[in-house]
């Protein structure tokens, strides 16, 4: 899938394994990277597991449009699609298997 960043300093949070260690820890930077890797390697949001680990879901309330994979409790990697127009399913929903682009928001404690 490809991958966009908010802004150039979540940019290079996510591009630098120091940055992550020094902003996360060392066990949620790992983690980050390896969800990184799942989003990267999967060729559509459909294939991001909704199980855990991954556990890809989608927000709702203020939040809705947006996802999140699970990182270590209490933080998600929050993302949207990053197509405009985003693809709808014929009710009107997302349709998870087209959407080839995301865009990373941040790693977020929503809870």
Do not use: C, W
Request: a positive charge; glycine letters at 6%.
């Amino acid at each position: 899938m490809d991958i966009s960043f908010k802004n150039k300093k979540t940019q290079k949070v996510f591009n630098s394994s120091t940055e992550l260690t020094k902003k996360y820890g060392v066990r949620n930077a790992r983690i980050i990277q390896r969800r990184m890797a799942v989003l990267q390697a999967a060729p559509t949001l459909a294939d991001v597991p909704h199980r855990r680990p991954e556990r890809r879901h989608q927000l709702e309330g203020k939040r809705q449009g947006e996802y999140a994979v699970d990182v270590e409790h209490p933080f998600r990697i929050v993302f949207k699609p990053g197509h405009n127009p985003i693809p709808k399913t014929r009710d009107g929903g997302v349709d998870l298997t087209r959407v080839t682009a995301i865009e990373i928001l941040g790693i977020e404690d929503y809870h």
